[in-house]
């Protein structure tokens, strides 16, 4: 659908206490946000800094991954 | 190391035209940078969509990629 019905949350994940990562639908498209999030007045709020992702460019994520680790080793 | 030397570039990958990976280090920690650029005069410039993920933040999203991948298939 390209909306969540009211009062449905939005899949998401913690990537830890204040990062998120959140599958979104908009205009027809699907979107996977990564994104800090902050408390205000008891609520989670999505923060400026972050990306949202188109569903090629994870793709394209996951397919360097291998290497994206291999580096991480050797820095 | 905690730096590249000069002129060693930094482990990077296009997730599309405007948007790269970048692998970097910064005092002694490591980062996943997943951030768009711009182009001004002939070089390719950070800009301010984006986010940097430390190490376990990308251990962690890395775990989550099946769930991921499910959310997106049913969305």
Same mark, same amino acid.
């Given at each position: #659908?390209?909306?969540? #019905?009211?009062?449905?949350?939005? #899949?998401?994940?913690? +990537?830890?206490?204040?990062?998120?990562?959140?599958?979104?639908?908009?205009?027809?498209?699907?979107?996977?946000?990564?994104?800090? &999030? &902050?408390?205000?007045?008891?609520?989670?709020?999505?923060?400026?800094?972050?990306?949202? +992702?188109?569903?090629?460019?994870?793709?394209?994520?996951?397919?360097?991954?291998?290497?994206?680790?291999?580096? +991480?080793?050797?820095?």
């Amino acid at each position: #659908p390209d909306q969540n #019905p009211p009062g449905e949350a939005e #899949p998401s994940w913690q +990537l830890d206490k204040q990062r998120v990562l959140k599958v979104r639908s908009w205009r027809g498209k699907t979107f996977i946000d990564i994104r800090e &999030y &902050y408390e205000k007045d008891g609520q989670q709020l999505p923060g400026k800094k972050g990306i949202s +992702l188109s569903a090629s460019q994870w793709s394209k994520l996951k397919s360097i991954i291998p290497e994206v680790d291999k580096a +991480l080793e050797e820095i």
